[in-house]
């Protein structure tokens, strides 16, 4: 069993910037993908990025590709995502996720672990 928790979360401006961090627990969070998903009212789940386990590859939804940047630290037990030129658009709520696979998925059924969320505004 995994425990991931999510911070970082608030409000801010079209075109600025904000960091989340996901915190998970145990011993073996290297063994795992992580991933980062978002929901906005109304919408569907929708994929954002996701690491290896070593942080070595990385994958990128279209929609925030050149903006986001997905990066982990294995000894803190900590994935993070980096968000810059933030567009309204961008309004949801972010959840990390966690999965035992050597793969990328987009598709949240190969996740195993879902942390709670945390909420990112963005005003225009």
């Known amino acids: 069993q995994v425990q991931l928790v999510e911070s970082g979360g608030g409000l801010v401006q079209a075109g600025g910037s904000l960091r989340l961090s996901c915190a998970a627990s145990g011993r073996t969070f290297s063994s795992y993908g992580m991933g980062w998903f978002r929901q906005a009212p109304g919408k569907e789940r929708e994929f954002v990025a996701a690491?290896?386990?070593?942080?070595?590859?990385?994958l990128y939804a279209d929609s925030v590709k050149g903006r986001f940047t997905i990066s982990r630290d294995n000894a803190k037990n900590t994935v993070y995502l980096q968000m810059n030129s933030l567009k309204p658009e961008d309004t949801a709520v972010y959840t990390c996720?966690?999965?035992?696979?050597?793969?990328?998925?987009?598709?949240?059924?190969?996740?195993?672990?879902w942390g709670q969320g945390t909420q990112v505004t963005v005003s225009s």
């Open positions: 996720a966690a999965s035992a696979g050597g793969i990328l998925y987009r598709n949240p059924g190969f996740y195993a672990y």
């Open positions: 690491i290896s386990r070593s942080g070595s590859t990385t």
